[in-house]
């Protein structure tokens, strides 16, 4: 049976974020044009503008990656905490621009110091407007509080509890009801937080006693949610259904919508639409600047190479890339030999292939810089999983469960599981399933903060180690 357009779910938005949009647009514009006539100078259409559209532009980028507009589901010091952070990022990149573009009044220092002015007061100013708007909003309107109950004696019914209990949600739980009591011995739920059936609960929903119900009822469970939707309907009761799809262990998991139906994503990349375009283009001007200023130490180390060893200055490997693509990473070469087949030996301690030049290059990560090269030619990324040769690839792939999940992004050439100490040999089936863990937690919260904070890491503390052979 098809949907019929009534029939159709439609996604819920808060219209609240175009009245925040607004104001901050015109706090942004007001607060230069007052600077402007404070100094006594004049518009200029060229000069003024530019900066003007500039910052607003940078200003929706930045909400957009913060999720600053975001429907709030907490508290609001969560929300103001966001704000600073984006405050900051906002005022480092203005400050910063102001040196670098080519317009000829930015050597005038009046402009500079109310430039100064601006970025920082710009994002105070919008924290203060937002923090005021909230709590005149809950003074006036006193939003009243919700008595809700959960249908289901469950591991989701149980996080969903401590979503209403602990995050300062305008909502007081009733408790669980559910007419399989047995299944109480599987899960941490207080006995006194169990109330009783369905039957018990429609009842006390008639009674004006309940306002909203959370079904969290197993997905196999069909029958038993359709009776009780059923149930419900001679209720007033607002009814939500929440489908425990954690059984999937679900990576970079999204809500799409298809004209009004609603997909899952359950395996997913996070590289879509902008945040696509922001990798990209962090990985390019990464790169690009750290080229330029190691070349001389990648033309040193070719003359070493090929100085105190035969063979080519760099090593050439087949390797899975982004979907499984097969792609071919560079490295300097490191041993003896250039193993490329359908057997590849990990370097161990003490490995005789291993040069004394290649030795050091290896236990520094100095063989990795021509992947440098890799992510400008747009195949290997700064920051995701480490590649695998297609030989390891395949042997544990069927080894290690949703192993081929971390070629859902691009390869890197650092990453979280070699922050968190997985990062050379891996001659235990548990060390390699300890880096695979990471590297889905990475693709599952991927932000362009954490590819910084990665980045950050790597230099501190992760070039060198001593399980790097």
């Known amino acids: 049976m098809s949907l019929s357009d009534s029939g159709r779910i439609r996604p819920y938005t808060s219209k609240n ?15 230069l ?29 930045f909400t957009e990656l913060s ?100 995050k300062n949600l305008d909502f007081e739980f009733v408790g669980y009801f559910d007419d399989r009591l047995s299944n109480r011995d599987k899960v941490d739920i207080k006995p006194d937080a169990i109330i009783g059936d369905i039957e018990k609960l429609v009842q006390m929903t008639k009674n004006n006693e309940v306002d909203a119900i959370y079904i969290t009822l197993a997905l196999q469970a069909e029958k038993r949610i359709q009776k009780v939707v059923q149930d419900l309907s001679d ?14 262990s679900l990576l970079s998991s999204q809500v799409h919508d298809f004209k009004g139906i609603p997909v899952i994503s359950i395996y997913d990349t996070p590289f879509q639409g ?82 004394p030049l290649g030795a050091i290059l290896r236990r520094t990560s100095m063989d990795e810089l021509p992947q440098f090269i890799n992510v400008l030619q747009g195949k290997m990324s700064v920051v995701g999983p480490r590649p695998h040769a297609v030989a390891h690839n395949q042997y544990y792939r069927k080894e ?16 979280l599981a070699q922050i968190k100490g997985f990062r050379g040999e891996t001659d235990t089936m548990d060390k390699m399933e300890g880096r695979i863990r990471f590297d889905l937690e990475y693709i599952s919260s991927w932000s362009i903060w954490l590819d910084v904070k990665i980045i950050f890491f790597t230099i501190f503390k992760g070039f060198s180690g001593a399980k790097v052979y």
């Open 17 to 31: 974020y175009i009245f925040f949009r607004l104001f901050d647009t015109t706090i942004i514009g007001l607060t």
């Open 33 to 61: 044009l007052y600077l402007l006539k404070l100094n006594s100078i004049q518009w200029v259409h060229e000069e003024h503008t530019w900066w003007l559209l500039l910052s607003t532009v940078m200003f929706y980028i």
């Open 67 to 166: 999720d600053f507009y975001k429907e709030k589901s907490t508290s609001y010091r969560l929300d103001i905490l966001k704000g600073i952070v984006f405050a900051w990022i906002f005022f480092i990149f203005m400050i910063g621009m102001s040196y670098i573009t080519p317009l000829d009044i930015i050597e005038n220092k009046t402009y500079k110091s109310y430039l100064f002015i601006w970025v920082t007061i710009i994002p105070i100013e919008i924290i203060a407007f937002h923090a005021v708007i909230d709590k005149s909003l809950n003074f006036i309107i006193k939003p009243k509080v919700k008595r809700v109950a959960i249908i289901g004696i469950t591991k989701l019914g149980v996080e969903l509890e401590k979503s209403f209990t602990e």
């Open 235 to 248: 209720t007033t009761a607002s009814v939500y259904y929440a489908p425990d799809l954690f059984v999937f």
């Open 274 to 355: 902008v945040n696509l375009f922001f990798k990209g283009v962090f990985d390019c001007c990464f790169s690009f600047i750290i080229l330029i200023l190691i070349s001389p130490l990648l033309a040193a180390i070719s003359v070493a190479i090929k100085m105190t060893s035969e063979g080519p200055i760099l090593f050439k490997q087949k390797r899975f890339g982004f979907n499984g693509e097969e792609i071919t990473v560079w490295k300097f070469r490191s041993m003896s030999v250039m193993e490329d087949g359908g057997v590849v030996t990990q370097a161990t301690k003490n490995d005789p292939r291993v040069t």
């Open 400 to 415: 290690v469960s949703r192993y081929m999940l971390r070629h859902k992004v691009k390869p890197g050439i650092t990453g």
